[in-house]
């Protein structure tokens, strides 16, 4: 077999839509559910496996929802990072904004402090063990209450040492980014960067308003924007940067096939995207597999990859280490094409 394009010689990227939980390979799982003495609902790693191969947004988030019972101890949250950020520096991730989901670990009593510290054991140390510089961005799922998502913010407040922004994500349609006004606000205040899945299931307007109501300094996904001009108009102006996912979207039908994703277009109309894998273990790939997708689904050259490379980088929350993103620029520019 062939091996993908991007895996000969990886072109360094970054990664900015990331779950963590959607990182959760079924070895791990299972190893997860013997050390803690959980009991999967599925025979065998196949058997899970093939559960990994659902066919919408709400079996996925069943299934994801589900097998987090196995994330208890510090030590599992470690393991779990240690183990995207070994398979991501293999795909040439130089530096990784990591999402998670603290409300999905307070609701089956494990506290922030465990989950923090345990992903913590793994990031701190990630440019040493993997060549990876982190940062951690906590999400807030749209479909709690606004009220939830504040007592999150508030319990995550002795760990913002550890935490560079907040998100916003699950399920989109029903649940406004204006819903989370005040925690985005409160955010901000405490100096975090803010970040939100906007335009993925719903629509442009949901875009709008997370740039103009909670301040967003990035759009996650922004798929939907391309359907409203105005909007194509003012994210290429105002040059912010959209974290697609292009593999996620054929898994969660939001296109119909790679080959139909706009992502070209989107490229030739100045927007600033950016190339990601959100849910790695369940959407068949990691960030280098997602690059592979695109150059082959939609024939991007060499210089569109390095462009959306190049954007990852820029769009990185590395404002306080401008020397290391200089480097990684230069590292981009640098790079050479393998002859395809
Ligand atoms: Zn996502």
Known sequence: MKAPYDALMPLPKAELHLHIEGTLEPELAF??????GVSLPYADEDALREAYRFEDLQSFLNLYYELMAVLRTERDFEDLANAYLARA???????????????AHLARGVEMGTVVEGLWRALGSSRENHGVSTRLILCFLRDESAASALETLDAAKPYLDRITGVGLDSAEVGHPPVKFREVYEAAAALGLHRVAHAGEEGPPAYVVEALDVLGVERIDHGLRSVEDPALVERLVRERVPLTLCPLSNVRLRTVDTLAD????????????????SDDPAYFGGYAGDNFDAV?????????????????????????DDEELRARYLAEVDAYEFPAA
């Open 295 to 319: 150059r082959e689904a939609l024939g991007l050259t060499g210089e569109r990859l390095r462009e959306l490379a190049r954007n990852s980088f820029l769009a990185s929350f590395l404002e």
């Open 89 to 103: 520096a293999a795909q040439g991730v130089r530096h990784a904004e990591i999402f998670f989901d603290p409300q």
């Open 31 to 36: 190893a997860l559910a013997a050390r803690n």
């Open 261 to 276: 994703h706009p992502l070209p277009a989107m490229l030739e109309a100045g927007l600033m995207c950016t190339v990601n």
